[in-house]
């Protein structure tokens, strides 16, 4: 009943604006043979009750014909006037035409069409103008208001950039009827904007008068409380010193979302500032992805991801499906996190056959029935334990996943004819002090030997460094520390990584399996991830993007660095010959090669001691394999005392133990 009344409601005052339109065409005329003729002589023109009707009567006709009708008095606009401009204009040339037709003009003077059309037009728009202008409570006396808003408390925000974004928004919020926003300013960078209005808003400044307007702001009594960045695609760099300088004074920084990016925009988007995320905050340009490579690749081909439920493995499993694989299997050995993803592809890809295989890669038997039933064309090998200390804690869980089972999958990829293979590898995996890392390093060496020695599938290893918000990295922790209300734990005030998007990840991965043509046989893919980042600002910076101050509101605390945590990652071994693959953002690494065959005997005994829980013969065995593998030591490039044949553990030195070389 209230949807019938509601829409009753609508009909009746859609009828009543037509037919004040009607009234006004008609009034129009009439005024304009006052003005022609003189109030005295206006009812000397002969048939002019009946010239005013005809005159109606065709504006009605193009009033319908160009939908006039429809348009919302609500939202009146440029578009809204133009339409008007046509309606008055051709009822206009078609009374006159017809006119002069039927009287020969008798009686219309030719100011009449001209005066009609001014008056016509400016009436149609008044109306509506007005009509906007009180549903915007836009009146500059309108009582008890501020921005269009009355009685309601309100954020006091200033825009950051003279742009569309900024119209729209100051827009959108005197329309919004739950908006809680007071916008009592704009800053612009542009000499020439200095001191422009747009919407009744001013632009106040630059951004380096920030602190300025914020202390004068506040002696109003209306403090800041939050920067809004209208700008359009900002630098990540320029986006870093935003909320630096913002946050410093207490004011949060958020960012207006980029309507072309179609999946953030609902109904209240323009209303809803999306916070900054750390991935805006990185120092270099965003990666991305070769699509023209990357679909001739993957189109038509059956696809297999190991380690699909993970961070990467998932995500890389969203975008090889958009380039519509023939096939794509999905192999995890977590049930949860398989079954969600399989979920989210389904509803998104009904298109594509998909197949998911509860699978361990440490499963030889498993591994090797997945491809001989799907026969993959390519494989994306992303299974792994990568969780430093837990590792450390685990050896022997560590070497059954990250090598020997990266041995299963790659050995069955040679049997059963995989024209690409990926692995995805590590930073840790150069000059590795912790078991995760060398046993990455491990698995990269045993994919180069592959891909050397291996006529028919090509082996692509990629390396890049932590992944912002994948599953165990420090992102999602430090958001529970600050949520809690701190304090942040970092390990060390000196201890720094290299970061990246997972969305990035995945491109690199993409690229580099893609970029196969006139690369060298058991080169390794490694990105450039800019500069390495301190652990100790990533946590100032998520500080700052909750809206708080780094050490006055949440506090960091220092921990000590856990077992096998280095104070920095290195992307390349000094052996490692590196050069800039062209226009691609990644760099081509020659690492040294193992000996296949000593390699092959090594793992062998690797095996043994896998099988009988030794963990310590497990990392000597590692220690072979990976000879940089230097277990516990803490490596510091500002350390001018550090030894690397020291290898201190638990406060005391170790001896390295003496590992007899395999014999036949």
């Not at 926003?181 to 747009?198: C, K």
């Not at 307007?213 to 800041?224: S, T, V, W």
């Not at 690797?606 to 394999?625: F, P, Q, T």
Request: proline share 5%; aromatic share 10%; glycine share 8%.
């Amino acid at each position: 009943m209230k949807l019938r009344e509601f829409i009753g409601g609508a009909r009746l005052w859609r009828a009543a604006g037509s037919l004040l339109d009607v009234f006004t065409a008609f009034a129009a005329f009439v005024l304009s043979y006052v003005t022609a003729y003189g109030e005295r002589f206006l009812f000397a023109v002969p048939g002019l009750e009946e010239k005013a009707l005809g005159f109606t009567a065709i504006f009605i006709c193009f009033f319908w014909l160009f939908s006039m009708h429809r348009g919302s008095w609500r939202y009146f606009s440029i578009p809204d006037i133009m339409t008007i401009l046509k309606v008055v204009s051709a009822s206009v040339i078609a009374y006159t035409i017809a006119a002069f037709l039927l009287t020969r003009g008798s009686n219309v003077p030719r100011s009449v069409p001209v005066l009609t059309l001014i008056y016509l037009v400016a009436g149609l728009s008044f109306s509506r103008m007005t009509y906007r202008m009180v549903m915007e409570r836009a009146f500059f006396f309108w009582p008890g208001t501020m921005n269009g808003r009355q009685g309601r408390p309100t954020r006091n925000v200033l825009l950051y950039g003279l742009t569309d974004n900024a119209e729209s928004f100051v827009r959108a919020n005197r329309r919004g009827a739950t908006s809680e926003f007071n916008i009592v300013g704009i800053l612009d960078d542009g000499i020439l904007n200095q001191a422009r209005i747009i919407q009744g808003v001013k632009v106040l400044g630059d951004f380096d008068e920030l602190e300025a307007l914020a202390d004068r702001f506040a002696r109003k009594g209306m403090p800041i409380s939050e920067l809004i960045d209208t700008e359009s695609g900002p630098s990540r760099q320029h986006l870093a010193e935003v909320v630096q300088a913002a946050t410093r004074l207490g004011i949060k920084v958020s960012r207006i979302p980029d309507f072309t990016e179609t999946a953030l925009l609902t109904g209240q988007s323009l209303l809803q500032p999306k916070q900054i995320d750390l991935g805006h905050l990185l120092g270099r340009p965003e990666i991305a992805a070769d699509l023209e490579s990357v679909a001739r690749l993957i189109n038509g081909r059956v696809v297999l991801v190991t380690g699909a439920g993970g961070s990467i493995g998932s995500e890389l499993s969203r975008q090889i499906a958009e380039y519509g694989p023939s096939e794509l299997i999905l192999a995890d050995a977590s049930e949860f996190h398989l079954y969600k993803l399989d979920m989210e592809l389904r509803e998104h890809y009904p298109q594509i056959r998909m197949v998911t295989s509860l699978a361990n890669v440490r499963d030889r038997a498993k591994v090797e029935s997945i491809f001989e039933r799907f026969r993959p064309n390519l494989v994306f090998h992303t299974a792994a334990l990568k969780h430093v200390p837990i590792v450390e804690g685990n050896p022997v869980e560590g070497v059954k996943t990250n090598l020997l089972g990266t041995r299963n999958v790659a050995e069955a990829a040679v049997k059963y004819g995989v024209s690409n293979f990926v692995m995805i590898s590590t930073d840790k995996a150069v000059n590795p002090t912790n078991v995760m890392g060398a046993s990455k390093r491990a698995a990269e060496a045993y994919c180069q030997s592959l891909d050397i020695a291996c006529q028919t599938t090509l082996f692509t290893t990629v390396r890049f460094g932590n992944v912002l918000g994948s599953n165990g990295s420090v992102v999602p922790r430090f958001e529970k520390q600050i949520a809690a209300g701190g304090p942040v734990t970092v390990t060390h005030p000196e201890i720094t990584r290299f970061f990246m998007t997972i969305p990035e990840a995945v491109c690199l991965v993409l690229n580099a399996a893609a970029a196969y043509a006139g690369r060298k046989r058991g080169d390794i893919m490694v990105l450039d991830m800019g500069k390495p980042v301190k652990i100790v600002h990533l946590a100032e910076r998520m500080i700052q993007l909750a809206g708080l101050k780094p050490y006055v509101d949440i506090d960091i605390v220092f921990t000590g660095l856990r077992p096998g945590e280095k104070l920095y990652e290195e992307l390349f071994d000094p052996s490692e010959v590196s050069q800039r693959s062209e226009d691609a953002p990644y760099f081509v690494a020659s690492p040294r090669v193992i000996d296949k065959e000593l390699f092959h005997k090594t793992l062998g005994f690797l095996e043994g001691a896998v099988e009988s829980e030794d963990h310590a013969r497990v990392v000597e065995l590692l220690r072979h394999i990976v000879p940089e593998f230097r277990p516990g030591a803490v490596v510091s490039s500002d350390d001018d005392n550090y030894d690397p044949e020291a290898i201190p553990t638990a406060g005391k030195d170790r001896e390295t133990p003496s590992f007899p070389k395999p014999v036949a």
